[in-house]
């Protein structure tokens, strides 16, 4: 039996940055997972996984992730995701640093 679809979100890298992006409903690309498009259907999220893959000169590994409906918009189901939003660990740069700074 297959599984239910769970909802998802479009995730990349930037190509030029390499920072985590993620695909928004207007089909622009935010580094605030919290801005990115929750899909929750099956065959849109396949198509938007497609339209993705086509900025090849803007993005680079892009796929699915599982993630849920938050109060402050789509949230990771998976650590590996949550881990990703949040940015490099081994020291602080990047979106750590500007937390630390606020």
Do not use: C
Not at 61 to 86: I, Q, W
């Amino acid at each position: 039996m297959a599984r239910a679809f769970t909802p998802k979100v479009v995730t990349a890298n930037d190509l030029l940055e390499g920072d985590v992006i993620y695909l928004a409903a207007n089909d622009s690309w935010t580094r605030d997972h919290a801005e990115a498009e929750l899909i929750e259907d099956e065959a849109h999220a396949q198509l938007r996984l497609l339209e993705a893959q086509q900025q090849a000169l803007t993005i680079v590994g892009a796929y699915l992730a599982d993630a849920k409906a938050g109060p402050n918009g789509p949230e990771p189901t998976h650590f590996r995701e949550d881990f990703r939003r949040k940015g490099p660990s081994n020291y602080v740069h990047g979106k750590q640093e500007a937390l630390a700074n606020v």
